[in-house]
């Protein structure tokens, strides 16, 4: 159904649409000066703040996609359209994608009420090799020695390393993205915390614009400062071709966090050379206004214990609008030294 242009600025009014180079699971990223005299870091944490400083967008700790997905999900991995939320492992969390028919194995079950597919040209997209193979990616606290082996400087470091290279993806249409998600940001809330039971917070919604995919990688991370560690951290990464594919592992000394894929243990991964790892998310990160967020939260309902089908109405409104503020408060101040003032669809 085609809205009036009055309908589309009504709904774009109550919704603000924040275009990040990197989606914004922010609120958990303190600073490292935050950190210090306290318990060491996640080691997702260490990984997402230093390479949010690369500036190909948010790095996802877990790369892969979720094995529970439709298969033709799996063999593809995070695409430009997809719905999600990024989760605080640093995995991201598929619900559903803007550009594929209702009816696609990728939108198999419940979709949200409404949905309609935005229609998308081959154009629309660009598709072009970001990486190189053997090619890397690391905080200034790794210290390259020769080839794929690296030292560990400095308190903290993280590194991601793509044996045979990486794609990047990305909308060139954004405009059609923009106006598609203000019209929908309301029902895919409803949708996320109602239908799919996320619990989600106002802005933790995202529409991926881009995306790097890789078929394999290394990533490693330390914590803690090397010129007072016993044994410092010294790591090589190693790609082996073997008769079921590619095999990667670190080869490692000193406190460091390292994983690889596909790895020899990891035999999922070693079916051909399916580039479906996603290293890095661009999105639009999709925020409701405070009276359309508390109206929504009004209005989900959710199944009461016991009860079979029937549903009873809950008010989360207070708690999750006042959670809600101070996550993005947080959010923006944390980053506003290092990112450019978001563009907002108002």
């Not at 000066?33 to 870091?41: L, N, V």
């Not at 996550?327 to 290092?338: D, E, G, I, N, P």
């Given at each position: 159904m085609v809205q009036s242009l009055t309908s589309v600025r009504a709904n774009r009014a109550n919704t603000i649409l924040c275009e990040f180079l990197?989606?914004?699971?922010?609120?958990?990223?303190?600073?490292?000066?935050?950190?210090?005299?306290?318990?060491?870091?996640?080691?997702?944490?260490?990984?997402?703040?230093?390479?949010?400083?690369k500036r190909h967008g948010f790095p996802l700790w877990i790369p892969q996609p979720n094995g529970h997905l439709p298969k033709s999900y799996v063999d593809k991995g995070v695409s430009v359209g997809d719905v999600?939320?990024?989760?605080?492992?640093?995995?991201?969390?598929?619900?559903?994608?803007i550009c594929l028919p209702a009816e696609h194995p990728n939108n198999a079950g419940l979709l949200p009420e409404?949905?309609?597919?935005?229609?998308?040209?081959?154009?629309?997209?660009?598709?072009?090799?970001?990486?190189?193979?053997?090619?890397?990616?690391?905080?200034?606290?790794?210290?390259?020695?020769?080839?794929?082996?690296?030292?560990?400087?400095g308190s903290e470091g993280a590194l991601l390393t793509m044996p045979q290279g990486a794609l990047h993806e990305d909308i060139r249409n954004l405009t059609k993205f923009r106006e598609y998600a203000a019209l929908h940001a309301h029902s895919w809330y409803k949708f996320a915390n109602g239908v799919c039971g996320r619990e989600?917070?106002?802005?933790?919604?995202?529409?991926?614009?881009?995306?790097?995919?890789?078929?394999?990688w290394g990533i490693a991370t330390f914590s803690g400062d090397q010129t007072m560690a016993e044994e410092p951290v010294q790591l090589e990464f190693?790609?082996?071709?073997?008769?079921?594919?590619?095999?990667?592992?670190?080869?490692?000394?000193?406190?460091?966090?390292?994983?690889?894929?596909?790895?020899?243990?990891?035999?999922?991964?070693?079916?051909?050379?399916?580039?479906?790892?996603?290293?890095f998310i661009r999105s639009h990160t999709i925020s409701l206004s405070e009276g359309e967020w508390i109206k929504l939260m009004n209005s989900i309902t959710v199944m009461s214990p016991g009860e079979g089908s029937d549903t009873s109405s809950i008010?989360?409104?207070?708690?999750?609008?006042?959670?809600?503020?101070?996550?993005?408060?947080?959010?923006?101040?944390?980053?506003?030294?290092?990112?450019?003032?978001?563009?907002?669809?108002?």
């Open positions: 990197c989606a914004p699971h922010w609120p958990h990223l303190i600073s490292s000066d935050q950190e210090r005299g306290s318990a060491p870091p996640p080691s997702n944490t260490v990984y997402e703040r230093q390479l949010l400083q999600g939320i990024i989760t605080p492992e640093g995995a991201f969390d598929y619900l559903f994608n409404g949905f309609v597919p935005l229609l998308t040209q081959h154009k629309d997209i660009s598709e072009f090799p970001e990486h190189t193979s053997d090619s890397y990616l690391s905080s200034p606290s790794f210290q390259k020695l020769s080839g794929l082996l690296f030292q560990g400087t989600i917070e106002n802005g933790e919604l995202h529409l991926v614009t881009g995306c790097d995919k890789a078929s394999s190693v790609a082996e071709d073997t008769p079921n594919g590619c095999v990667c592992f670190w080869q490692h000394s000193g406190n460091v966090d390292v994983k690889a894929c596909p790895s020899p243990f990891d035999h999922s991964a070693q079916q051909g050379h399916m580039r479906n790892q996603c290293t008010d989360r409104t207070s708690n999750i609008s006042s959670r809600s503020k101070s996550t993005l408060k947080r959010l923006f101040s944390s980053f506003s030294a290092l990112y450019p003032p978001p563009s907002r669809l108002l």
